[in-house]
């Protein structure tokens, strides 16, 4: 057997149905692992080492009564530190917030909980999940554990390099305009932004009210549908919630490619953003390979990506200034210089540009379900460049931007008439339980 803490959760987990492998082990090999390694990577805030062996005593115990919860019982789930566990700092990496402690646990964690998951460690992220790799906070941004001297991608850093390092098997991050999907990319890791509305949002610091997911992230794409599996579900405190019936996600993980057909959007990578040759090489490489498995590819034509940029930025900059607002006005100072410059924006946005953004994001919505029409999935690339070095501002500049991941944040159903209805009439104010939830964190 590998060592504990370099298993795939499915693995790890089926070692320890067969009573051949402890919680107590996994977690001990884990927080070995991250003993050798965090000093180089920075992916964790803080440590809920203590706190988590207790847990994973009591899963064993249950586990050899013959308790077990499924297969999430006893293994560590890392959480990106916007996302709220009972009793501990949800510092979203920003000084604004290190007095902050939660005092229940995000909906998505109570799951993860209830299904047996420990949690021995609270990750990095961009300050606020909008900021950058920034130099100029409490905490110093997570590296990419492939090669340290580069950025691991963002804003989910510090659990794209935390599970990529096998620190541990599975983490949560979030996904805004591609928050989990960036660092899954940049540290090779199998990274999920679920339908909107699919997993709860309540007790995670939110970014944009109408564009923000929660979503895990793994080494396998079995080990991610088992968590889907557990943190998906209706909430009735979320105002984005959907009322989606339960389903199994691993149920056709065997069924190979053979007749799917797939919808390759070759122009964001060849004409919109054209990307590196390197870049452009492997995504050619995964559609023959997906062919020779039985995989039918065309090519398949949206909008420009520059469109589904645009209309990106414009609703998520003010949303994200509507919960930033008192403290960019009295507290300026004690953002990131990148994350004051990134959130200054929304300040400019007019209502005019936000209700035509709305407008032409249900345009675009619909015309990637045209393009659904004629296929089963699309295939574009992520980022556009390999990941660069996490100290040249300058090209982490240059490269964030670049990328095709903004297409799949829209919902395909209208945002939440909460959220949209406050926003009209008190510019969100008290009237939005989603504001109401931000300002009682500051």
Known sequence: MSAP????LAEAAGLIAARRLSPVELLQSCLDRIAAVEPKLNAIIRLVADEAMGDAKAAETEIARGGSRGPLHGIPVGLKDIIDLAGHPTTCHSRLQLDRVATEDAVATARLRAAGALFPAKLSTHEFAIGGPAFDLPFPPARNPWNPRHHPGGSSSGSGAAVAARMVPAALGTDTGGSVR?????????????TYGLVSRRGVFPL?????HVGPMTRTVRD????????????????????HAPEDYTRDLHRGLKGLKIGFVRHFHEQDQPATPEMAAALEAAAALM???????????????????????????????AIHETWLRERPGDYAHITRRRLLPGVFVSGT??????????????AVEEAFAGVDLLMCASSMDPACRIDDAAEVERTYPRQA??????????????????????????????????????
């Not at 039985?294 to 994200?320: K, Y």
């Open 291 to 321: 062919a020779a498995e039985g995989a039918t590819i065309s090519t398949v034509t949206l909008p420009p990506l520059g469109e589904f940029a645009g209309v990106n930025r414009t609703i998520m900059l003010p949303e994200a200034t």
């Open 224 to 243: 991610n549908a088992l968590l889907l599996n557990v943190i998906a579900g209706h909430d009735s405190g979320d105002p984005g919630s959907a009322a």
């Open 405 to 442: 991941r903004t297409p799949s944040t829209s919902p395909a159903t209208p945002p939440p008439a909460s959220c949209a209805g406050s926003a009209r009439r008190r510019g969100c104010r008290s009237g939005c339980s989603w504001w109401r939830q931000a300002s009682a964190r500051r």
């Open 353 to 366: 540009d936000y209700v035509q953004a709305q407008r032409r994001r249900r345009q675009l919505v619909a």
């Open 5 to 8: 803490h370099a298993l795939p």
């Open 182 to 194: 960036h660092p899954a990319s940049h540290c090779g890791l199998v990274g999920l932004k679920p």
């Open 208 to 212: 944009s009210f109408t564009l923000d």
